[in-house]
């Protein structure tokens, strides 16, 4: 007899074993042969290694048809684990939307709402590096950290990077009680803000731990080989030339990068170039690489936010 434990990294346990185990209980009647333990994200699964190997194959499609659909209902999962459940994914009316990224927090649906969000999405399949650029309320953050999460669950990635540079977080900084990371964080909240509409709470909090998602300021990276990860640089119109050129060149075998950034809200002294812009110039035509500007037909928040983008955008004109 084999024992295995595997791990349930891309889904919540709840939604394989269901409350008090009534979903896990229909698994165990299609597969008497097997032994299964559930202990939180962990189960214990005991038996002939052909069966085991049986075993994952069902459980995966279980967990791709969740991630596609945003449920696993009882009656669902009678299907999949069925005769003819391995046909379930491939059809059309039980296929979701393209424009959904991934299922989020209590059934919250996250998807590219505008063009240039849809964009990003199918960029990002096709490049390695994508800097999406545009206006404050475009969703370009919050698009890019939904592509990063769906990229770990789907282990395309082994890890999550999210960096920002902390203009303040100099000397400026020194006054504010606490240690690095309590003054640093007000800085990323915006980052945390994306991932607890996406991750449970729990689960992130263990992710962070063990450096599965890593928060940091862009002065971090230096040094570092980042291979196997999606890294996101945010606010990246605040990066000077030497800054950005370091965070591209961290870029490591099998690893994505988006730089999102707003060219009009730049808070370096008058003095010191953006690296966000000259990057945007040098590397234009760079195959692997795509630049899409978000504008403010892409503004999803409040409605007045499209309306003060373009009156301060008027203003600017007429000065």
Same mark, same amino acid.
């Given at each position: 007899m084999t024992e295995k434990i595997i791990t349930l990294d891309s889904i919540e346990p709840v939604e394989i074993y269901g409350v008090n185990d009534v979903k896990l209980n229909i698994i165990k009647k299609y597969f008497p042969k097997l032994k299964l333990i559930a202990r939180g994200y962990s189960l214990k699964v005991l038996g002939e290694t052909t069966e085991i190997a049986r075993f994952e194959k069902k459980l995966e499609m279980l967990s791709d048809y969740y991630h596609k659909n945003g449920l696993l209902t009882e009656a669902v999962l009678e299907r999949l684990l069925g005769p003819t459940g391995d046909n379930i994914l491939e059809s059309k009316d039980e296929a979701a939307s393209n424009d959904i990224i991934l299922f989020g927090n209590n059934g919250l649906v996250i998807k590219a709402k505008t063009d240039n969000q849809r964009k990003m999405v199918n960029s990002i399949l096709k490049n390695d590096m994508l800097f999406a650029i545009g206006p404050a309320g475009t969703g370009k953050t919050y698009t890019a950290v939904a592509l990063a999460v769906k990229a770990l669950k789907n282990k395309e990635v082994k890890r999550i990077i999210l960096t920002r540079p902390a203009v303040e977080a100099g000397e400026n900084l020194g006054f504010l009680p606490g240690d690095l990371k309590e003054k640093l964080d007000p800085y990323m909240q915006p980052?945390?803000?994306?991932?607890? =509409?996406?991750? +449970?709470?729990?689960?992130?909090?263990?992710?962070?731990?063990?450096?599965?998602?890593?928060?940091? +300021?862009?002065?971090?990276?230096?040094?570092?080989?980042? =291979?196997?990860?999606?890294?996101?640089? =945010?606010?990246?119109?605040?990066?000077?030339?030497?800054?950005?050129?370091?965070?591209?060149?961290?870029?490591?075998?099998?690893?994505?990068?988006?730089?999102?950034?707003?060219?009009?809200?730049?808070?370096? +002294?008058?003095?010191? +170039?953006?690296?966000?812009?000259?990057?945007?110039?040098?590397?234009?035509?760079?195959?692997?690489?795509?630049?899409?500007?978000?504008?403010?037909?892409?503004?999803?928040?409040?409605?007045?936010?499209?309306?003060?983008?373009?009156?301060?955008?008027?203003?600017?004109?007429? =000065?």
């Open positions: 980052l945390y803000d994306a991932l607890n =509409d996406m991750v +449970p709470t729990e689960k992130l909090n263990q992710y962070i731990e063990n450096r599965t998602i890593q928060i940091a +300021p862009l002065a971090f990276m230096r040094g570092r080989t980042l =291979d196997n990860a999606f890294v996101i640089l =945010d606010e990246a119109q605040n990066t000077t030339e030497s800054q950005m050129k370091m965070f591209l060149t961290r870029m490591g075998a099998n690893a994505k990068f988006i730089v999102t950034g707003d060219a009009t809200q730049v808070d370096l +002294p008058i003095k010191q +170039p953006s690296g966000l812009l000259q990057a945007l110039r040098i590397l234009k035509k760079v195959e692997g690489i795509e630049i899409i500007e978000l504008n403010n037909s892409d503004v999803i928040r409040h409605k007045l936010v499209r309306s003060i983008i373009e009156r301060y955008e008027a203003t600017k004109k007429s =000065d």
